[in-house]
């Protein structure tokens, strides 16, 4: 191999602070960038191909699989992984719902669960029990059989105003 | 509910999981989230053949690469061999390769992608050797034999072995040869299981440091740090004193993780390096390189009289074991245990050959062979009832095992809740309205039953309860919590012996160092053989308790009890009590010294009866105690493409006690889709020896959209004496009678039977369309 490979200098806004990355190669994803260099280790890396949903996050409020995101691609943009879903010390709704629904097991595909169920909340609107099995489609769960996960959001989403 | 309320935090209540917080805010360390200072990162390079004789390496060009500070091969390891069973697998290939994906050269680096570009340009020079890909190749009078020191490799037990075969176990009661002249009506058919991933979310990971003196320190996703520590120091012919194994949050195993993966692998890089090293092998490496479920030829013969009685079965079953011995032979021996079910037969011979081939190992997964016997031998039985024209649940129920009847080769059965599962799931999901469900056009829909047992035991097992000085308590079990629930089972049941709220009580995280042993979190066995610990242990600290009270009080022990939120009293006289603050001070630093209890013990009751049965070659002398399940599923199945799905499904399971319902539920409810899975979509693809979906693309694991949100589960309480508050494990048993209650389902819908899993829609729709039996 001959020479350095090309970086670029990068900030991204994550969970509302500003974040200086020194060093972003082209290539590196979003993923690596929040759980190697800011240490937010919240997002899993499961398949590291899209199809798992463990590592997704918010990016200017959609969910988006973070292991297929350029991390490049992201400056300007608003990034909400599982650690800003509430301040330090409190839980959101939905985290409390999941935590005491029974609905986490081994928790590795929690955090990816947990943004997509944050994105089906925002409707403020109770949600069926179809919307939320569809809403998590993209996430998957070895664990649970998916059953106390759907009810729990759907449970958050009733306690919602 | 407050949670300083002993009962509403102790055993029956579905407390929410102790680390559930941990877990919701993404605080949770996994082995991928743990950093050392100056730590390597390792990449594996793999086989690309499937046999092949290692004739060299280049690794001149990986250790060029800048930041890559080691490149070991097989020279640069000991050569010990490790294996649950049989001591046939080294730490990384030796000489040959025996499967597409076996480790054969390990590099570290200062960042991942770098030991990943490094380990790419390592060259190995192979001369091609022919490959055994499938048992049928593997027995062919001129096979290639995989392990020539077959023979001569230690074994835990005495193993029929030769040639390929690696174990051949069988079982035997009765007179089966004579018996099928007794039977009026005789079922017989070849059956068949593919190879299911495990696929937890987390892919495996392990990180090593070595310190000054060269002890190491080894994290892993892991099941059981004992059997870590037993297979790397096996491998690596290290004194088990020189390693030290600890466990993060594990993201799920279903058994990968119970036996070695890459912990050899980082213990010898840091061994080398004198650095940490930690290893994550992505997605497809954890497809090809870890292990899977066992794909299983099953023969049954099941014959009956007119009135229904069972009389005699047959079943022999081959198994490929893949590369390596791994749990396989455990797995061969349990089916082959499991394969009369919880009936009454009295003429029965199960056998089977357990096969080295050239692909990936397989070995321990949630049911360890039972689902596969399972899938057979209950759908036999539906066929019988079919035959005679019988309910399939009176069948079942006609033969079912009565109080005091033995196990299928003797074993005792000490409790049984077949009888209330079944009449539960029968009431629950109307099936007395019909088995055939009205369906809208295009549509056909049926219910499936399938009965089941399954055990909760095995081998060793500890606890250590200690008071602290301010009467709170410390548990330490060394069983390691997968993600099912362990840690908050065991903490209840501690807090209810002690009758203290379970906020009171810590849970040690487990350590060879300092934690009992645990043999690991397999079997089902956590719940029963750690929680009998646990009970063991903490009525020794009740005891000391109770003698410094006596002390006290100037009375009798026996006139003491232990009162809720921590405190001893004298019967009968509320106002004379002590906290355990006070009894707990006093231990410490006037008399008696600090309050421990310890237990320790070994599952031991035999599970052959020699008088009553023939076993050869069987690996568990001693297997546990007996869970039964019944199991009810309605599946609907599209006429135009052949596709199944359940639509509901009612899940009655014995599981003695639950400690806590919900996550008993949550056993069910996950059992019940992984089942699912692999009844329905998931298989992995073989071209010869290599796996051709290695991807969670390809590979079709259930979605959300997938399972059904009807998963009713249905607890069951038959009590089993010595067992923790009379429970018994609920870890595996909900998935074994899926295959067969959706088979049975699909065979009702569309009027013929499938014998091959998975039930895909392509296969479906052609039994439809033939409407005739396959094979």
């Keep these: 191999m001959t020479g350095e490979p090309v970086t670029l200098p990068v900030t991204l806004r994550v969970n509302g602070a500003e974040r200086p990355v020194a060093a972003v190669a082209p290539w590196t994803t979003l993923l690596t960038v929040l759980r190697d260099e800011l240490g937010l280790t919240g997002a899993k890396r499961g398949c590291n191909q899209g199809v798992c949903g463990a590592c997704t996050v918010m990016i200017d409020g959609e969910p988006v699989r973070s292991c297929l995101s350029l991390a490049l691609n992201c400056t300007g943009r608003d990034i909400v992984t599982v650690e800003g879903l509430a301040p330090a010390g409190a839980l959101a709704p939905v985290q409390q719902a999941l935590a005491e629904g029974n609905a986490v097991q081994c928790g590795f595909c929690t955090p990816g669960i947990l943004i997509s169920a944050h994105a089906l909340l925002r409707r403020n609107a109770p949600l069926s029990v179809d919307e939320v099995r569809a809403g998590l489609s993209g996430n998957l769960c070895r664990c649970s059989g998916y059953k106390k996960i759907v009810e729990a959001i759907v449970r958050a989403s009733e306690a919602r105003p | ?775």
């Design chain 2, 1 to 775: 509910m407050t949670p300083r309320d002993t009962a509403a935090t102790g055993v029956g209540a579905s407390l929410p999981r102790l680390d559930a917080r941990e877990k919701v805010t993404g605080r949770a360390q996994y082995i991928a989230d743990m950093v050392r200072p100056d730590m390597l990162h390792a990449a594996i390079h793999a086989s690309p053949l499937a046999h092949a004789r290692i004739r060299g390496y280049d690794t001149r060009a990986a250790e060029a690469v800048p930041g890559v500070a080691c490149v070991l091969t097989g020279g640069d390891f000991p050569d010990g061999r490790m294996g649950a069973f049989i001591k046939d697998e080294p730490a990384i290939a030796q000489g040959k390769v025996r499967y597409p994906g076996e480790p054969v050269a390990v590099v570290a680096a200062e960042d991942e992608e770098t030991a990943r570009r490094a380990a790419a340009l390592i060259r190995v020079e192979y001369e091609d050797l022919p490959v055994a890909a499938t048992p049928e190749d593997a027995m062919a009078p001129d096979a290639p034999l995989i392990h020539e020191g077959l023979a001569d490799y230690f074994k835990v037990f005495p193993a029929i072995c030769g040639g390929n075969v690696a174990s051949e176990t069988e079982l035997s009661e009765g007179d089966v040869d004579g018996a099928w002249a007794e039977c009026d009506v005789i079922v017989e058919g070849e059956f068949e299981t593919p190879a299911q991933a495990h696929l937890s979310i987390e892919p495996v990971g392990a990180l090593a440091e070595v310190d000054a003196e060269g002890r190491v320190t080894l994290w892993s996703a892991n099941q059981s740090v004992f059997r870590v520590q037993a297979n790397v120091c096996e491998a690596l012919q290290l004194p088990m004193s020189k390693l030290r194994c600890l466990t993060p949050k594990v993201g799920a195993g279903f058994g990968n993780k119970m036996e070695p993966h890459v912990q050899p692998l980082v213990v010898q890089l840091a061994l080398k390096t004198g650095r940490p090293v930690r290893l994550i092998l992505n997605r497809t490496e954890d497809f090809e390189t870890v292990r899977a479920r066992h794909p299983f030829k099953i023969r049954c013969r099941t014959g009956a009289k007119k009135d229904g009685t069972l009389v005699a079965r047959e079943l022999s079953a081959v198994l490929d074991c893949g590369a390596y011995g791994d749990d396989s032979p455990g797995v061969l021996g349990y089916s082959l245990l499991m394969s009369r079910g919880p009936y009454r037969i009295p003429h029965c011979r199960a056998s089977g050959k357990l096969v080295y081939t050239n692909r990936m190992r397989f070995g321990a997964f949630r049911g360890f062979g039972n689902p596969q016997v399972t899938f057979a031998t209950e759908s036999q039985i539906d066929e019988i009832a079919d035959r005679l024209g019988m309910d399939p649940l009176d069948l079942r129920l006609k033969n079912r095992m009565e109080p005091g009847d033995r196990w299928f080769g003797g074993g005792e059965v000490a409790s049984n809740g077949l009888v209330e599962c079944i009449e539960k799931a029968k009431a629950a999901s109307g099936w007395e309205q019909g088995r055939a469900l009205p369906a809208p056009p295009g549509k056909r829909r049926a219910l499936g039953v399938a009965a089941c047992a399954h055990i909760s035991g095995l081998l060793a097992t500890g606890a250590i309860v200690r008071l602290l000085e301010d009467g709170s308590v410390v548990l330490n079990t060394g069983a390691v919590d997968i993600g099912q629930g362990s840690d908050t089972v065991l903490t209840q049941m501690c807090a209810s012996a002690l009758r203290v709220p379970a906020d009171r009580v810590a849970i040690a995280s487990p350590d060879t160092d300092g934690s009992p042993y645990n043999w690991g979190t397999t079997a089902s066995r956590v719940t029963y053989t750690t929680g009998r610990s646990v009970v063991a242990a903490a009525d020794k600290v009740a005891e000391q308790i109770k003698r410094h009270a006596s002390e006290i009080f100037e009375c009798a022990v026996e006139d003491l009890e232990l009162r809720d939120g921590g405190r001893v009293g004298i019967k009968g006289v509320p106002d004379k009590e002590l906290s355990f603050f006070e009894v707990s001070g006093r231990a410490h630093w006037a008399a008696g010294g600090p309050i421990v209890g310890t237990d320790t013990w070994v599952y031991n009751r035999p599970s052959v009866d020699p008088k009553r049965a023939v076993a050869k070659g069987l690996p568990f002398p001693q297997i546990g105690v007996y869970s039964f399940g019944c199991m009810i599923a309605a599946v609907e199945i599209d006429e135009t493409t052949g596709k199944a799905d359940v639509a509901e499904v009612w899940s009655a399971m014995d599981v003695g006690k639950a400690i806590n319902p919900g996550s008993v539920e949550g056993q069910i409810e996950g059992g019940f889709v992984q089942g699912m899975g692999f009844a329905l979509t998931e298989e992995m693809v073989f071209d010869g020896p290599r796996l051709v979906n290695p991807s969670m693309m390809d590979y079709k694991a259930p979605t959300s959209l997938d399972a059904p949100f009807g998963i009713h589960s249905i607890i069951v309480e038959a009590a089993e004496p010595g067992g923790p508050f009379g429970a018994k494990g609920i870890g595996e048993i909900g998935l074994v009678p899926v295959p067969a209650a959706i088979a049975n389902a699909v065979a009702t819908a569309a009027g013929t039977r499938l014998r091959r899993l998975p039930l895909t829609p392509e296969r479906v729709l052609d039994t439809m369309l033939e409407d005739g039996d396959e094979d």
